[in-house]
C-alpha cells in the first residue's frame, strides 16, 4: 500500500519586492523532511503594486486605507499564483490540505511588540478555495521573541546531516543563517542585508532590479575603507536572537553612510561593496556562530548572484560553498515551500518557531487558520 500524501501550498512575497513565489509541496505523512515539489511559479509584482508596497515600508498620509487596499490587491495575486500553481502541478484546489500565506512585510518591530504582515486572508480563503494559514509571525513576538527568521525548523527537518555541519544561507532582500551542526541545538538569525541594497542601487544607476549574475558588481572594485565603514553598523556586532528588515536596511541608510563617509566614487564600486558587504556580513556570522561548518548552502534569490557566491568562497576558505539546488531543492523555492510546512505544523498542532532562534520563551503553535 502506497502512504497517504499530504499537499500543501506555500506563498511567499519576501522584502526584496520582487514578486510572490508560490509552490505546491507533497509530504510524506510519516517524515516531516520527504517533502516533494510537485509545482512552482513566480509572479512578478505589477510596477504600481511594488511602488505603493515599497511606499508603505515608510509612515505617509492615509496609510490605513491604503494599506488595506494594498493587501487586497496583494491578496488577489496570491490567488491568481495558488491557481496557476494548482493548474501546473495537476492539482485540484480541494485536494489542497491548506496554503501558508506569508503577507508582506511593511514593518517590523519586534523590539515594540509588533510585526506587521498586510493580507488579506479570509479574501484568498474565499477566492482561491483553499483553508490559508497566515499571520506566522505575531505569536513568537507575543512570547518574547522575534518573529523572525521562521525558516530555521524547516531548514533543519530539510536538510540537516548527521555527519555533516551545514549552514543554509537564505540571501533573499534580508540574509538569514540557520546553524545546523550534526549534533546539538540548531540556531540562525538575520545577518543583516541580502539583496536589499544591491537591487536598490542597481535600480537607481542602471534602471534594472537587480545585478543579473552580479556581473556589473564584478566590473567595479571593492572600496575597503567604505566597506569598514559601513561594517561599523551595530546591528552587525549585536548578539543573537536577532532580526531585521527594511526598517533598517533602506535607501536613508545607504545614503547617509555614503555622506558621512564623504563617498565621489563610481558606481560599479559600490555596488562591488555592497555585495562585499553581504559576503562579509553572512561569512562573519558563520564564523562566530556556526564555528566549524563545513558546507554552506546558499538558498533565495542571491543564489544567482555568481559574484557574491565567489566573494563568499573566498571568505570562507576550506568551506564548500553551493547552491541547495547541488542538494535537490530548488534554491527559489526553499521558502515558499517553508511556509507550507509551517501550515501543515500550524494543522497539526505542531510548534513551527524555535525559541533558540527567535528568542521566544518557548516553542508556539504559528499562524492564524481561515477554513476553506
Ligand atoms: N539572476 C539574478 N542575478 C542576481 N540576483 C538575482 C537574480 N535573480 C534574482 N536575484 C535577486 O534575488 C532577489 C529575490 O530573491 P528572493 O525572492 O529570494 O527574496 P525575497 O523575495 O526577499 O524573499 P525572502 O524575504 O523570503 O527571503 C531579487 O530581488 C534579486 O536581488
Ligand atoms: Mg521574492
Same mark, same amino acid.
Given at each position: 500500500m502506497t502512504a497517504r500524501r499530504e499537499i500543501y501550498a506555500g506563498v511567499m512575497s519576501g522584502t526584496s519586492l520582487d514578486g510572490i513565489d508560490a509552490v505546491i509541496a507533497d509530504f510524506a505523512p510519516a517524515n516531516a523532511a520527504a517533502c516533494a515539489l510537485r509545482g512552482a511559479t513566480h509572479i512578478a509584482f505589477p510596477s504600481a503594486l511594488r511602488d505603493e508596497l515599497l511606499a508603505l515600508q515608510v509612515s505617509g498620509a492615509d496609510e490605513i486605507v491604503r494599506a488595506a487596499r494594498a493587501a487586497n490587491a496583494l491578496a488577489d495575486l496570491y490567488v491568481h499564483a495558488l491557481r496557476s500553481v494548482c493548474l501546473a502541478s495537476g492539482?485540484?484546489?480541494?485536494? +489542497? +490540505?491548506?496554503a501558508g500565506v506569508h503577507g508582506q512585510t511593511v514593518r517590523h518591530r519586534p523590539q515594540e511588540g509588533w510585526t506587521l504582515q498586510i493580507n488579506n486572508p479570509a479574501r484568498v480563503a474565499e477566492h482561491a478555495y483553499m483553508t490559508v494559514v497566515a499571520d506566522f509571525r505575531a505569536r513568537d513576538i507575543a512570547a518574547g521573541?522575534?518573529?523572525?527568521?521562521?525558516v530555521p525548523a524547516f531548514h533543519a527537518a530539510l536538510f540537516a546531516s548527521p555527519d555533516r555541519h551545514r549552514v543554509i544561507a537564505n540571501i533573499g532582500g534580508i540574509a538569514n543563517i540557520t546553524d545546523l551542526p550534526a549534533r546539538g541545538q540548531v540556531c540562525g538569525f538575520d545577518t543583516g542585508p541580502g539583496n536589499v541594497l544591491l537591487d536598490l542601487w542597481c535600480a537607481r544607476h542602471?534602471?534594472?532590479?537587480f545585478d543579473a549574475g552580479g556581473a556589473w558588481a564584478a566590473s567595479g572594485s571593492v572600496a575597503t575603507s567604505l566597506l569598514d565603514a559601513l561594517l561599523a553598523e551595530p546591528y552587525f556586532s549585536a548578539a543573537p536572537p536577532k532580526s531585521t528588515g527594511?526598517?533598517?536596511?533602506n535607501a536613508s541608510w545607504l545614503d547617509r553612510n555614503l555622506d558621512t563617509f564623504g563617498w565621489h566614487g563610481r558606481p560599479e564600486d559600490v555596488q562591488a561593496t555592497l555585495t562585499a558587504l553581504t559576503s562579509r556580513t553572512l561569512a562573519d556570522a558563520i564564523r562566530a556562530h556556526?564555528?566549524?561548518?563545513?558546507e554552506v548552502l546558499i538558498c533565495g534569490g542571491?543564489?544567482?548572484n555568481a559574484t557574491l557566491l565567489r566573494m563568499l568562497a573566498v571568505e570562507l576558505p576550506g568551506t564548500r560553498v553551493a547552491p541547495t539546488d547541488d542538494e535537490g531543492v530548488a534554491s527559489d523555492h526553499v521558502e515558499a515551500l517553508a511556509f507550507a510546512w509551517l501550515a501543515r505544523e500550524a494543522l497539526a498542532g505542531?510548534?513551527?518557531?524555535?525559541s533558540a532562534v527567535t528568542g521566544a520563551r518557548g516553542p508556539r503553535v504559528l499562524g492564524a487558520v481561515y477554513p476553506r
Open positions: 492539482i485540484a484546489a480541494h485536494d +489542497v +490540505v491548506a521573541g522575534q518573529g523572525a527568521p521562521l542602471r534602471g534594472t532590479p527594511r526598517d533598517l536596511f556556526a564555528t566549524g561548518a563545513i542571491g543564489a544567482r505542531r510548534p513551527g518557531n524555535l
